[in-house]
């Protein structure tokens, strides 16, 4: 069995495009995504004046056309990022609405979702045996379902997955980060969970461990997060799973996010009940409100 597998899409338009092409490419017979699928945050492109403008790499775009319009678009999906085009009057308001923020970036990312969905059903149908995509810390719940809706694509669940005489589970929640994503529980809890996912396996010699956070201390990431580079490190509950197993989930560097940011960047889909970690405005500079997040000139820092 020939296994392609990616993560940390991040809502890249250009990877989600190479990650479906390189299945076939590669001869895989299974291609799996192994989380953190859709983007983090929307760029508005503010009609003005009878034209629209944006922010791209910190440079202002005034855009006179339509095909302008699009390539733009087009520039801001590559990157992870979801373009909305909106009136000055609503530009304004989603400034000061963390609800309309959060009500329109659930509204393009589950959008989006089911577009790379059906582009995966069109694309890979016959070409490859199993095509898996599965949720992590980065992802909203309400992708979960888009995801099930799939006729090529399975979501990949903690629920054994067969595969050709292998199996595999997966598991896309993480131990905190300082961002407070949708997926992560306290060590311990995590766990526990991992350790009831690892009591369903029947083979363990012959089953991936699609673990979404790096096992700690087994070469893939240390624990702790770095001040200095600003990248999260997990503790040691994937590793327990891990360790006695030969074949270790998780390699490679987990990447945190998809590379700079726009300056007009509005983010949505704070997870309900979430509060700051102590000491993270230390850690990554000043944390805003849903509605507040845009980089404006007054220098005001967004997360990186």
């Not at 983007?39 to 009878?50: D, L, T």
């Not at 699009?70 to 590559?78: A, F, G, V």
């Not at 407070?180 to 060590?187: A, I, N, V």
């Amino acid at each position: 069995m020939r296994v392609f597998f990616a993560t940390d899409i991040h809502g890249s338009e250009v990877c989600w495009r190479k990650f479906l092409n390189a299945g076939p490419f590669y001869g895989a017979d299974v291609v799996i995504v192994g989380g953190d699928i859709t983007g983090k945050a929307m760029v508005p492109i503010v009609e003005r004046h009878g034209r629209w403008e944006t922010t791209l790499q910190d440079h202002l775009e005034v855009l006179e056309s339509e095909e302008a319009v699009r390539d733009i678009e087009t520039k801001i999906l590559n990157r992870g990022y979801y373009p909305i085009r909106v009136s000055e009057e609503e530009y304004r308001h989603m400034q000061e609405d963390e609800d309309a923020v959060d009500k329109r970036f659930k509204e393009v990312m589950l959008e989006g979702t089911e577009r790379w969905i059906a582009m995966a059903d069109e694309k890979l149908k016959g070409k490859v045996h199993r095509v898996v995509v599965c949720p992590a810390n980065d992802d909203m719940f309400e992708i979960d379902p888009v995801l099930k809706s799939g006729h090529v694509v399975e979501m990949g669940t903690d629920e054994p997955l067969e595969l050709d005489g292998f199996s595999m589970v997966s598991y896309g929640w993480t131990n905190p980060t300082p961002w407070d994503t949708f997926r992560e529980l306290p060590e311990e809890e995590l766990g526990r969970r991992i350790d009831k996912i690892v009591e369903k396996v029947a083979e363990p010699d012959r089953t991936i461990f699609n673990f979404h956070a790096p096992p700690h201390a087994t070469g893939t990431a240390p624990g702790g997060f770095d001040l200095r580079s600003g990248r999260h490190r997990t503790g040691p509950a994937a590793a327990r799973a891990a360790r006695p197993h030969p074949r270790e989930q998780g390699r490679g560097p987990h990447r945190q996010d998809a590379g700079p940011e726009p300056r007009q960047l509005l983010r949505g889909g704070r997870p309900p009940g979430r509060h700051r970690h102590a000491g993270r405005e230390e850690a990554e500079g000043e944390e805003l409100s849903a509605g507040d997040r845009v980089r404006r000139p007054s220098g005001r820092r967004d997360r990186r």
